[in-house]
């Protein structure tokens, strides 16, 4: 039974909380969050924490780190250093030299370092990189998530760009997929963005979009922006384009752009080639909260079977540095070179 302390409650730490509450080889012995939360039936008898000191107090086995992204690498780090495996939301950190130091204190403490990329656990966008690979590169990406937001949603958004933009918290999910596609180096990024509210600090923007070169010749595209003044028409492009044809997937019923549940959804996977178009029907589709049960599954598999997690944290340093060199290039207005990124 692995005892285990969630740090932050949030939409995802809750989701987080309520998996490991049906998971029977889990015990929550804590939640952590620095001003009252509004929390479901089910976590209402948990030990709550202001605190994440109070809450290490525990000694939990795994840590579920979803506070804002700028204490991520501090908490990760010091859950490693106290003998805790740590699943840790996106993005990793706010700074590459950050994230290679939460990647190398599970290299040190022999810990594991999951993040939290749920696209990785949904069966269809699985299919959806396996089709692709299969056409072979190099490859074109063109990805994109827009949100509509008003309301408690906006303020949302708003508290999130204290620290973090739409390009950098949304990106590193469809970067990472671009990553697994293509298996090489990124190499340079050209970035542009423009702050379309008032209601954000003057160095922020809450719209943005990147190039993105890789070493094998692939280019990527991705766009993202939050607020009431976006548009819900086209908020959602994923489609990949190879020198043998291309996958897209197809909309399904999404509901607005906020929806979160809409933001994994897969209507169905559209293979095009020359010799004509397979479409792959996935009826079954996962809701948030199902991934958010299979992410904590997969923690609790690679503890128990000592995965090799290298990989994984190696795309989650890569998808980082991709996106936080395309907000470098939207806030100098010049293209940036990546020279050091893991692989």
């Known amino acids: 039974m692995k005892r285990v302390l969630i740090v932050g409650l949030g939409n995802m730490g809750i989701s987080h909380a309520l998996a490991y509450h049906k998971l029977p080889s889990a ?15 089910e976590l209402s008898d948990y030990p709550v924490f202001t605190t994440f000191e109070a809450g290490m107090e525990t000694r939990p086995d795994i840590v579920v ?19 805790a495996h740590v699943f840790v939301e996106k993005p990793l950190a706010t700074n590459v030299a950050d994230a290679r130091r939460v990647v190398a204190k599970a290299r040190e403490t022999g810990r594991k370092l999951v993040v939290g990329y749920i696209l990785r656990h949904h069966p269809s966008w699985q299919r959806l990189i396996k089709e692709a690979q299969d056409l072979g590169g190099p490859f074109v990406f063109r990805l994109n998530l827009n949100q509509q937001s008003s309301g408690s949603e906006w303020e949302t958004h708003k508290a999130l760009m204290r620290t973090t933009s739409p390009i950098v918290d949304c990106g590193v999910h469809y970067v990472d997929v671009m990553c697994q596609i293509t298996n090489a180096e990124p190499e340079r990024v050209h ?17 943005g979009q990147f190039q993105v070169v890789f070493a094998d010749g692939s280019v990527g ?3 993202a922006g939050w607020g009431p003044m976006m548009s819900e028409t086209a908020f959602f492009v994923k489609d990949i384009v190879s020198p043998n044809g291309s996958v897209s997937i197809t909309d399904s019923d999404k509901g607005a ?22 479409l792959i029907e996935l009826p079954s589709e996962p809701g948030h909260q199902e991934l958010c049960d299979a992410e904590q599954a997969f923690v609790l598999q690679a503890i128990a079977e000592d995965m090799d997690l290298t990989r994984h944290m190696n795309d989650a340093v890569n998808s980082l540095a991709i996106c936080l060199a395309a907000d470098e290039s939207i806030r100098s207005g010049k293209p940036v070179i990546l020279k050091e990124t893991e692989q």
């Open 27 to 41: 015990q929550v012995v804590g939640l952590v969050n620095r001003s009252p939360a509004s929390l479901p039936s």
């Open 257 to 278: 752009s906020s929806d979160i549940d809409g933001h994994t959804k897969v209507g169905g996977i559209l293979v095009h080639k020359p010799g004509g178009d397979q």
């Open 221 to 223: 595209w991705y766009e």
């Open 191 to 207: 970035g542009m963005g423009v702050r379309l509210s008032d209601e954000i600090a003057q160095d922020m923007y809450n719209y």
């Open 65 to 83: 780190v979803a506070t804002y992204s700028d204490s991520h690498a501090d908490y990760a780090c010091a859950a490693m250093d106290a003998g």
